[in-house]
């Protein structure tokens, strides 16, 4: 890293690629010639128009995004979506289907139970993920929405769940763009960008076009998937500063080799932490089954010990790495490892928890 900057080890707004940073820096005042920095243009002026369709074609290369989806950029937040999903496809009197394994999904389910019938299908234990054999799909579900990654407990889901015809939707917000996913699986994905793709302030959804165009009447404007996609995310002033980093991200992903590429860098990231947690004898503790472990979240504890938590914490952040303390739910310490995490990061918070277990045990 730069001189002075720390190892973010935050869940969200997290830490960027330098780089890309950097690049930003030199556009900052005058980008490319227009005597303007982003901020300042026009979102109908021709920059700008150019700056978001190579952000949406870059990453309809990366994730292999068939033709028949759109690709929204929105605001609000994923928090909006949970709302917007059950008013653009139920009534109020319609079945949702809800897969609940921590608690972002906890939340969408709870949103949708305002606009919808929304039914239990299944609960995990923030330790596991229930197997989708044993969900209960409802016969008349108008989708299975699930969270691909639970940004506080750490539990990602390894493959696409089974829900035979059903339209599955996911909450990708923790894990997006982190590795190769067939999107031809899903009706709708979402994720808000300030993770593992750009600054807060833009929401990612990648719907199908069937599913569009089906909102209720008093959905909000802004919330009509029809709306932004008829207006090329458009409709109102976007979020064209978050837009353009997040065009600067996939640009480099795609320079880099792409998503195969960063997954297995994700794996060897996530393998170095999970492998010290394992061989500190039970000093630490990860919660959730080895079969679910979030390469991209990873909660730990000092279960012998929970007050030598806020020293280790305290130790950290002198040497520089910072946002290392545990939500609050949960307790103790998460790292969050997206995508911009160097090795060099993770090997360094490695290195540490090693030295704070031989002088502390
Ligand atoms: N879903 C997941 C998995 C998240 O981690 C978060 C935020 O941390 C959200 C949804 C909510 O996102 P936002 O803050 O963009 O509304």
Not at 65 to 87: D, E
Not at 159 to 178: A, K, T, W, Y
Not at 293 to 318: A, G, H
């Amino acid at each position: 890293l730069t001189q002075g900057r720390v190892y973010n080890f935050s869940a969200g707004p997290a830490i960027l690629p330098e780089d890309v940073l950097e690049q930003a820096q030199r556009d900052m005042l005058n980008w490319q010639g227009s005597g303007m920095s982003i901020m300042e243009m026009s979102h109908r002026g021709k920059e700008f128009d150019g700056i978001a369709k190579k952000a949406e074609a870059d990453l309809r290369t990366l994730l292999n995004i068939p033709a028949n989806y759109k690709v929204l950029f929105l605001q609000g937040g994923a928090s909006t979506q949970f709302a917007a999903l059950p008013l653009n496809l139920a009534s109020q009197e319609d079945v949702t289907d809800y897969v609940v394994t921590g608690a972002w999904s906890k939340k969408a389910y709870e949103e949708a139970q305002k606009y919808s019938k929304a039914n239990l299908s299944a609960k995990g234990d923030n330790k596991s993920i229930p197997s989708p054999s044993t969900w209960k799909i409802s016969k008349d579900a108008k989708y299975v929405h699930y969270c691909d990654n639970e940004t506080i407990g750490g539990v990602e889901f390894k493959s696409v769940p089974d829900v035979g015809d059903r339209v599955l939707i996911s909450d990708m917000s923790s894990n997006f763009i982190s590795k190769p996913v067939d999107v031809s699986k899903y009706g709708i994905i979402y994720a808000g960008a300030q993770k593992n793709v750009g600054p807060a302030g833009v929401t990612i959804a990648i719907v199908r076009e069937d599913l569009i165009g089906h909102a209720r009447p008093e959905t909000p404007t802004m919330l009509d998937f029809k709306i932004h996609a008829e207006n090329d995310s458009m409709y109102n002033t976007p979020p064209c500063w978050a837009m353009y980093i997040c065009g600067l991200v996939f640009e480099k992903l795609i320079k880099q080799g792409g998503l195969e590429v960063q997954h297995k860098l994700n794996e060897k990231k996530a393998k170095i932490l999970y492998d010290t947690i394992a061989n500190s004898n039970g000093f630490y503790s990860n919660p959730v089954e080895p079969a679910s472990r979030s390469l991209m979240n990873v909660p730990f504890t000092i279960p012998s010990n929970p007050d030598m938590e806020k020293t280790f914490i305290k130790e950290t952040e002198k040497l520089g790495m910072l946002q290392l303390k545990g939500h609050r739910s949960v307790g103790g310490m998460r790292a969050s490892i997206y995508n911009a995490m160097p090795i060099e990061g993770v090997q360094a918070l490695a290195d540490f928890m090693k030295d704070f277990h031989s002088k502390n045990a």
